[in-house]
């Protein structure tokens, strides 16, 4: 069954850097769109980056400029560069993958989301 196993979060003081990453298995991870989604309290989901197959990238407004995702087919692994960090990009971020592999990278729709992990910056 599909797997999305996501580490690399932590604690870090506002302008640091992090690099999540989400590690897949299930599925031919190479076939499909992978994205990062955050939730924060009392907020809706966001899809703040995705990476399609054939490598075009989206970001939120919310984040542009300051994270990039990248994606190691051979290592079925998908990454969140994390930059200039900021006390309000605290919360889980969880890796996703669309449902299926014509699913747009940004629109979805999105079937899976791996457990999450924590980033808290601190101010």
């Known amino acids: 069954q599909v797997q999305l196993v996501e580490s690399g979060g932590g604690l870090v003081q506002a302008g640091g850097s992090l690099r999540p990453s989400c590690t897949a298995s299930g599925f031919h991870f190479s076939s499909y769109a992978m994205g990062w989604y955050r939730q924060a309290p009392g907020k809706g989901r966001e899809l703040v980056a995705s990476?399609?197959?054939?490598?075009?990238?989206y970001f939120s407004d919310s984040v542009k400029g300051r994270f990039t995702i990248s994606r190691e087919n051979a290592k079925n692994t998908v990454y969140l560069q994390m930059n200039s960090l900021k006390p309000e990009d605290t919360t889980v971020y969880s890796c996703?993958?669309?449902?299926?592999?014509?699913?747009?990278?940004?629109?979805?729709?999105?079937?899976?989301w791996g457990q999450g992990t924590q980033v808290t910056v601190s101010s």
């Open positions: 990476i399609s197959s054939g490598g075009a990238i």
């Open positions: 996703a993958r669309t449902r299926g592999p014509h699913s747009d990278y940004v629109s979805g729709p999105w079937g899976y």
